[in-house]
């Protein structure tokens, strides 16, 4: 247990060091909308919640693919488009996974990945990361045309658990039975025990970060 607890006060002890006094939110937009914006197509969806992850816009760095020097934006995370939004006084833009590595905020990161989005809960230096794809789901009720009138869609944000390696997504179902056989049918065993003695919680990313790695070298992914 003292090792579980040391990997994971290491984990979220790891940061960035924001300093947020000097944010000025269009002092990057000349380079954001040459080099990594997309043409704003909104997805046709009628939602009458808030669409974004935080509540109000966020200071963050941008990692770039093809820059050493990090970008300093305002922004919000769009959970309909599934990318972030840059405001101006006139225009919106959203900013393209191609071209960015991650996103960093003061307590919350993302990564790009083949062209998407996901949220980073862990990092492992052992060469994995577990990752969330973040966004709302629309669900239509059944209903029988013609006979019942078409009910309004409900909507729940979602986040899909995945654990990354070299690029490689692997799908992840947060519940025990699934994750003891991650490791294999002859490790089943062990995995379940060292669940119950660490008493971890396989829903919380960064518990279950601390799991893969103390059984790294037998995931089957």
Known sequence: MKNLLLLL?????????FNTTDFDSNSNIDIIQREIALRY??????Y???????????????DLYESDEPLKVITNYNLIDETFD????????KLSPDKIKKVNFKDNSFVSVNGKFYELYYKSDLGFELVGEVFIKVELPHYTPGIQEKPDPSFRKV??????????????????????????????????????????KVKNAILLGSLI?????????
């Open 159 to 200: 986040s899909e658990l995945s654990i990354k390696i070299n690029d490689r997504l692997r799908k992840i179902d947060r519940n025990r039975g699934f994750v003891s056989n991650m490791f294999g049918k002859d490790n089943s065993k062990q995995v379940k025990q060292f669940i119950k003695t660490n008493k971890i």
């Open 48 to 62: 009458y919640g808030s669409k974004y992850y935080f509540k109000q816009d966020q200071p963050a760095y941008i």
């Open 41 to 46: 197509q909104p997805k046709d969806v009628a």
């Open 9 to 17: 006060f290491g984990f979220l002890t790891f940061g960035q060091n």
């Open 86 to 93: 840059i405001k101006t006084a006139v225009d919106v833009f």
């Open 213 to 221: 790695e103390n059984f790294y070298k037998d995931l089957e992914i």
